[in-house]
T-cell receptor, first 115, second 113 residues
């Protein structure tokens, strides 16, 4: 069964204290792994897409990496405005049209950065 | 521009009402999605339209009825909802080629009384 597990569930950091969020996945074949940021009451904001092991993407204080079993979202010197829930999702292979664009989400990691 | 718009932002409806949620994108995307999200949970897929045809229905109750009038618009018609249907309803779109990222709208906060 395709599955995504994120850890930790919640993370509290001091401003400037770097850390990493984990996304472990089990999928029969990976068409893409996606990271999103979601603020309370708002829609998820797309951050990164990773397709193959060894791939890395960066944006400001965020860096996403991918292995065959997991992805990490590294946050360097976070600021209070980085506080949000970070969602990881995978897209399994398509079988006919039944899995078109279907994402399997993890439960998310809620990050709080204190000044 | 990666904007997906949704109206209304908030909706309160009784269990006997009929209402519609609307979603629009102008990115030329050919796949559009409806998700339901409860508090502290990830988005849960409801429907997928690919090239204006319904390609996925995740066994959603018939009181939710999707419609895709054209490649830019997506509607969700609501009828005889239950209080447990109260949630944030999210629309998303993607290029529709597979393996491509989905862009989400801001959502409609629905309360069923």
């Amino acid at each position: 069964e395709d599955q995504v597990t994120q850890s930790p569930e919640a993370l509290r950091l001091q401003e400037g204290e770097s850390s990493s969020l984990n996304c472990s996945y089990t999928v029969s074949g990976l068409r893409g792994l996606f990271w999103y940021r979601q603020d309370p009451g708002k829609g998820p904001e797309f951050l990164f897409t990773l397709y193959s092991a060894g791939e890395e993407k960066e944006k400001e204080r965020l860096k996403a990496t991918l292995t065959k079993k997991e992805s990490f979202l590294h946050i360097t010197a976070p600021k209070p405005e980085d506080s949000a829930t970070y969602l990881c999702a995978v897209q399994p292979p398509v079988h006919g049209s039944s899995n078109t664009g279907k994402l399997i989400f993890g439960q998310g990691t809620t990050l709080q950065v204190k000044p | 521009d990666t904007e997906v718009t949704q109206t209304p932002k908030h909706l309160v409806m009784g269990m006997t009402n009929k209402k519609s949620l609307k979603c629009e994108q102008h990115m030329g995307h050919r796949a559009m999605y409806w998700y339901k999200q409860k508090a502290k949970k990830p988005p849960e897929l409801m429907f997928v339209y690919s090239y204006e045809k319904l390609s996925i229905n995740e066994s959603v109750p018939s009181r939710f009825s999707p419609e895709c009038p054209n490649s830019s618009l997506l509607n969700l018609h609501l009828h005889a909802l239950q209080p447990e249907d109260s949630a944030l309803y999210l629309c998303a779109s993607s290029q529709g080629r597979g393996g491509d990222e989905q862009y989400f709208g801001p959502g409609t906060r629905l309360t069923v009384t």
